[in-house]
Structures are given as C-alpha cells and as structure tokens.
C-alpha cells in the first residue's frame, strides 16, 4: 500500500538515554556523566533545543529519577524492559500519539552531534516524499566491528548488517551505521511494531526499521556525517579522551576570539563559560559552570572559577576561589588564597589574601585585610554580612553575620565584631595589652637553667 508522507514542518525528538552504563562502573546513569561540565546528555538536549522542535522525549530506565530531573522541563518516557533500542523508541510512542511531523531519534550519549547535522538529516527526509527514513552514515578510518550499510541499485539504504551477521563481502563495506534516525511521525510507531527480536540478544533493533519501510513503498536515504559527531561514551576511558579533544577545542575557540591563555593545556573550561577580549588567563586555572568573564580581566594562576561573573578590570588570583553567587565589580582585586560564595565585590574593592567572604555585600573601595572572615553560618542559619564603600577591615578580623560595617568604618586588626558598626567609627574588641619589663630575658633564663638540669640526670 503506498502512503503519502506527512508534509508537516513539526518536528520531535526521541533522546534514548535509557543505559545504565555498567561499563562505566558507576551508580550513575551513564548519560548524566559530565562532558565540559555537562551531563552528556544535556549536550544532546542543547544540540536538539537550538532547532526548536515541538517536542522532546527523553526514554530513561525504570528507576532513574536523577535523569527525569536532569532532562526537565522535557517530558521522559520509560523504557520498562532493557529489549534494543527499537524498544527505547517504542517507548515514546504514548507520548508522541498522534504526531504528524518528523521524528529524529538521537543518543543520549553521543554529545558531539551537532545540530547542523541533525537538520540535514530532517531536509533531505522532508525534500522527498517516498523517503520515510533517514540514517547517519560514516566512514571511520578503521569500521571494526560498526554495523555496516548495505545500498541499493537506486543509492538508497537497503539494509544494516551488524558485523556480527555479516559476510565476508559486508564486512568490506566502509560506510558504517552512525546511529541516529529521522522518521516521518505518521508511519514510525507502526513500522517500530514491526520490528522483530530474531537475533541473538533477542532485542528490537532500530536497524530493522528500513526494510519494513522499503515493504510499505518508503525508502531510506544516509546522510553521510562527520565520524566524530557519532562517538558515543562506554567507559571512563572513552569519556577522558572525549574530554581532552572537547577542552582543546574550547581552548582554540576562546583563543580566537580575543582570550591569552599563558598555559592552554592547563586551563579547563565548561561549555558555558563566557569570557570577553583581551582577559589573559594564567596556568592552571579551572572554570566550572555559569562563569562569566568580562574584557581586560587578569585571572592569575591556580584559580578555581564556578557560577561566577566578573567585571571589566578585575584581578583575580593567584589561588583564588571564587564559588557561586560571587560577583566581582569593575577593578576590584581577588588576592591569594581568598575564598569567596554569594558576594558582591564593589568597585575598586580589595580582598588580598587569606581570607573567607561568604554572604556578603562589600561596598566600592572598601579594603578587606588578611585573615578576614564573614561568619555566615551559625550551624542552622546563614546570615549576611554588610561592608560599605572605603570601609577598612583589618587583618584577622571576624565578622559575625548578621552585622553592618558602614561606609567608612575601621574594624581594628584582630576583632570579632558581632554588632553593627556606624560609618566612619573605629570598631576594636581587643583586650588590653599587658606588658612586663624584661620579663622575656628572666623566662629564657630559667627554661635555660631547666633544660641543663635534663641533660645531666
């Protein structure tokens, strides 16, 4: 019976990211593994988002909670059975009832697809009527154990043979199965019912589906994609390779456009991470997520950078960690061995070194001395501190939140200062220093006389 395709522009995706990843030896799913500081899968998702389907469906496993939280506000569909990934997809079909647009049918673990990619493959199934499929083709350098594609007379796919089925003349075929498929929504749930489990797993395969097609007078085209796009993570190894080509690539890309990276293969990004021209980001330095860098920033060595943003001018480092929540104001210094959570840093504003601000608000110019800290938490609770602009906190200083320190205000070295101090005061809890007269010299005197006693017994 011949069918006519659908000519609907809609468009859905099927993510199958269903595998617990046993391979990677982890408790983790394995599509929630982390790439560039993203679950794998989420890079499929932004790849997928950036075409603005209709819908997304992500298939998980039956108890994999983590992963309907991960892929939200995207609808999961769950796989009941491990049975192939015909099955995975089958999954969808509730979910995609009545759907009348193009389907494509990706990995969750396969995060370098690119969205150009992914359009090509819904054009050319849309660009011809009788195309009910389209798969990824590749030809790596070495096929090994890929399933390979087995074309018509016509150029159009006839079969896939995994190459444990294949005969010695298939198995010297280079065009290789890529994975992903582009279906028309009205025929692919009932072409999926078709699928059989006559093999050796005794699971449901989504290289059956073009046979069943070519049976209801539908072909199959393969769009030929980058072999790359199509690498999947199995194992802990595969992801660290995946991670080093992903961090060079990131490296490159901020390079070009205006970053000085003094030691590129010590510096780690994350997917996300914004940084504007002329930053120059010394060795060993990491970017965790939400970062974002603003121009003519200097980020010195051993940093550690997450969900923060950083204005022009700024000077961050040597060994600063700057953690989420943290906002850094225009010319404002982040000194060695500062630590900082949920704090604006005004403008112009100092903190040198060996310091903690967690909870805080610091004015402009305000100078925050070695060994402050903010005491935000108080085992239940966590309260903010309050610094105002030009205010003076000396060094070894304690904070203790709630307070206010105004505009101006001197804390004096070494004080715990528990209430508000008003603009322009000298706040000190200091105790009065006791001083004895050649005290020292009499003390040496007798720990001398002491120590010679010892050696004689």
């Given at each position: ?6 000519n ?9 990211a ?5 391979r ?34 992500v298939?998980?496993g ?57 359009q ?16 990824s083709g ?10 390979r594609?087995?074309?018509?007379d ?50 449901y395969?989504?290289t ?9 007078n ?8 980058p ?6 993570v ?8 995946l ?17 000085t ?5 010590s ?6 991470t ?31 950078i ?5 204005a ?19 010319d ?8 900082t ?15 903690y ?45 709630p ?8 804390v ?12 322009h ?33």
């Amino acid at each position: 019976m011949t069918t006519t395709a659908s000519n609907s522009k809609k468009l859905a995706f099927i993510v199958l990211a269903a595998g617990k990843g046993s391979r990677m030896v982890s408790a983790l799913p394995k599509p929630l593994h982390r790439l560039a500081g993203l679950p794998l899968v989420g890079h499929v998702l932004a790849a997928a988002e950036s075409l603005n389907p209709d819908k997304i469906i992500v298939v998980t496993g039956p108890d994999m909670p983590e992963m309907a939280e991960a892929v939200k506000p995207h609808i999961t569909a769950i796989q009941s059975v491990a049975n192939g990934t015909g099955g995975a997809a089958l999954a969808a079909k509730d979910a995609l009832a009545g759907f009348d647009g193009d389907i494509l049918i990706v990995y969750g673990d396969t995060p370098l697809v690119t969205a150009a990619t992914m359009q090509r493959m819904v054009d050319i199934r849309r660009q011809f009527p009788a195309v009910g499929l389209t798969y990824s083709g590749m030809i790596p350098a070495d096929p090994g154990r890929y399933g390979r594609m087995v074309m018509d007379d016509d150029g159009t796919l006839k079969k896939i043979v995994e190459f444990k089925d294949a005969t010695d003349a298939e198995k010297k075929i280079t065009l290789c199965n890529g994975g992903i498929v582009c279906a028309d929504g009205t025929k692919l749930f009932e072409w999926l019912s078709q699928v059989g489990n006559d093999n050796a797993q005794k699971e449901y395969y989504l290289t059956d589906l073009p046979p069943i097609a070519r049976r209801d007078n539908r072909t199959t085209q393969v769009v030929e994609v980058p072999c790359h796009e199509m690498e999947g993570v199995n194992t802990r190894v595969e992801l660290a390779q995946l991670e080093a080509r992903v961090q060079q690539a990131l490296r490159e890309k901020h390079m070009l456009n205006g970053v000085t990276l003094t030691d590129p293969a010590s510096t780690f990004f994350c997917m996300d991470t914004l940084i504007g021209e002329d930053v120059t980001v010394g060795p060993n330095v990491v970017f965790g997520p939400g970062v974002v860098i603003s121009r003519d920033v200097d980020i010195l060595p051993f940093c550690h950078i997450e969900g923060a943003a950083v204005a022009p001018g700024a000077t961050i480092g040597p060994f600063a960690r700057l953690r989420p929540g943290t906002h850094i104001g225009p010319d404002a210094k982040v000194g060695n061995f500062v630590e900082t959570k949920n704090v604006s840093l005004g403008a112009g504003a100092k903190a040198s070194h060996l310091t903690y601000l967690g909870d805080a608000e610091v004015g402009e110019n305000a100078n925050i001395g070695a060994g402050t800290i903010t005491c935000n938490y108080d085992g239940f609770f966590k309260s903010k501190t309050i610094i105002g602009k030009d205010a003076f906190i000396g060094s070894n200083s304690a904070l203790i939140a709630p307070v206010t320190i105004g505009d101006g205000a001197i804390v004096g070295a070494g004080s715990a200062i528990a209430k508000d101090v008003p603009a322009h005061a000298l706040a000190l809890t200091r105790s009065e220093q006791v001083q004895k007269n050649g005290w020292a010299a009499g003390f040496r005197e007798q720990k001398a006389a002491e120590k010679a006693a010892k050696k004689k017994k």
